[in-house]
Nanobody, 124 residues
Framework: QVQLVESGGELVQAGGSLRLSCAAS?????????MGWFRQAPGKERNFVAA????????DYADSVKGRFTISRDNAKNTVYLQMNSLKPEDTAVYYC????????????????WGQGTQVTVSS
C-alpha cells in the first residue's frame, strides 16, 4: 500500500530555514499524483500549507506562507519537498505530507493519503 514518510523537521530559531522531505512508496510511480503539505499546531485544526501538481506546473500556498515557503517535487525520486525560509514561531506545528490523484481534492483538505507527520518547532 501507499506510504508517505516525512523527514527534516527539527527545532530552529526564528528567521532560520528548514527543508522538509516526503518520500512516497507503494506504487511504481507517483508522477500522476498531486502532492502537498498540511500542518497542525497544538490545539488547532490541520490546515493547508502548499500543493504541487503532478507535473509541477501548478502550485498553491496558504497566504501565511507565501513568499517564505517553496514546494517542489522530484518525480524520479517520488519525493516532494518544502523549503521553509524566514521561519516564525507561529510556523511551529506537525507538518504532514499529502498525496492524491486529484489536485483540487488535495488542496481542499481531503487527500487520499497522509504521512505520519514531522515536528517543526521555531523558537523566538
Amino acid at each position: 500500500q501507499v506510504q508517505l514518510v516525512e523527514s527534516g523537521g527539527e527545532l530552529v530559531q526564528a528567521g532560520g530555514s528548514l527543508r522538509l522531505s516526503c518520500a512516497a512508496s507503494g506504487r511504481r510511480t507517483f508522477s500522476s499524483y498531486a502532492m502537498g503539505w498540511f500542518r497542525q499546531a497544538p490545539g488547532k485544526e490541520r490546515n493547508f500549507v502548499a500543493a504541487i501538481s503532478w507535473r509541477g506546473g501548478s502550485t498553491d500556498y496558504a497566504d501565511s506562507v507565501k513568499g517564505r515557503f517553496t514546494i517542489s517535487r522530484d518525480n524520479a525520486k517520488n519525493t516532494v519537498y518544502l523549503q521553509m525560509n524566514s521561519l516564525k514561531p507561529e510556523d511551529t506545528a506537525v507538518y504532514y505530507c499529502a498525496l492524491d490523484a486529484g489536485y483540487t481534492r488535495l488542496v481542499a483538505g481531503g487527500p487520499g493519503y497522509w504521512g505520519q507527520g514531522t515536528q517543526v518547532t521555531v523558537s523566538s
